[in-house]
């Protein structure tokens, strides 16, 4: 069983940034790729980034590409999503999510593929 918990997000303007970050409690939290999704009122779950289980491997979606940096400290079991030149588009509640490493693929864009959740952080930028 792993527990996520979410931090770090705030009201900011467009331009500006935020480090989310997301504390795991549990075992073996090297094991799991972890990934952060976010959702925006009205729209589907969207991925954002993602993470291998030893931080070798990273993936993007494309509207965040070059803005936004996906890091994790395995020592301290969290897992952060640096947000920089925000705009108003981001604006979602932003989830993290783990999925344990069972081999083969290294790529998780699904939510579906995704073990535990965390409760969720909003994020809103201004214009």
């Known amino acids: 069983q792993v527990q996520l918990v979410e931090s770090g997000g705030g009201l900011v303007q467009a331009g500006g940034s935020l480090r989310l970050s997301c504390a795991a409690s549990g075992r073996a939290f090297s094991s799991y790729a972890m990934g952060w999704f976010r959702q925006a009122p009205g ?71 995704y073990d535990y959740w965390g409760q969720g952080t909003q994020v809103t930028v201004s214009s």
């Not at 993007?60 to 400290?73: E, L, P, Q």
């Not at 020592?75 to 925000?86: C, D, G, I, R």
């Open 43 to 113: 729209k589907e779950q969207e991925f954002v980034a993602q993470i291998t289980w030893s931080g070798g491997s990273t993936y993007y979606a494309d509207s965040v590409k070059g803005r936004f940096t996906i890091s994790r400290v395995n020592a301290k079991n969290t897992v952060y999503l640096q947000m920089n030149s925000l705009k108003p588009e981001d604006t979602a509640v932003y989830y993290c999510a783990a999925k344990f490493y069972t081999g083969g693929v290294y790529y998780y864009p699904s939510p579906d593929e």
